[in-house]
């Protein structure tokens, strides 16, 4: 998003972060944290990009079906046709695009239990709150930010027109 004043919510969202980390007892991400502090605005989405660089679909493409990155076809049917298994726990993301824009996108990957409290979805770039983490994850997100971004970019390009596998 390039607007005027870009800076400004990625300080405030920095502070944001900082302050609530504090009140929660937790530590927030601090510089050199590998977790890019992130807003959410109105409760459904997170509309600044977490990097500079704009995400690529292709790459993303790859973070999706990487077993020990996304591993997202564990759970979602998509139109990955090279991939054998394609699990059912979540829905479909053939023409996710035409459901939600990039923001909606963004808060989903980041923060799926922001939406919904019980969701079975990982929060693929947070480490403050989560249960479960396996050893060897504490404290490092499953996906960077770029390859947030990346995944994004990819999911963007799948409208209506994707075909089934
Ligand atoms: C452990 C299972 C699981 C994994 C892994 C998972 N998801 Fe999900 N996902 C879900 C569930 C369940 C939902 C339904 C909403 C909810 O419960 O949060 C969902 C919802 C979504 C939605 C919203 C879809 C809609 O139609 O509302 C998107 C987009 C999404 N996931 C993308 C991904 C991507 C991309 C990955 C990999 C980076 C991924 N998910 C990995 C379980 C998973």
Redesign the pocket.
Known sequence: MMSIGRTTPRIISAGLALGLGLLSGTPGALAGDPVTPFTIVDGYTVPDSLTETPGDPERGRK??INRK????L???EMPIPEEQFH?Q???A?YG?AD??DEGE?RL??VD?KA??P?????S?HKVDGLHRVLSGFEGKPI?SAQQVED?IAY?MTLRDTSKRR
Request: proline share 9%.
């Open positions: 973070w999706v990155l996304g591993n997202c564990s759970c979602h699990g726990t979540g829905p993301l996710v459901v939600y996108l989903r990957l799926p939406l919904n019980y969701s079975m979805m990982p693929f996906l995944v999911l």
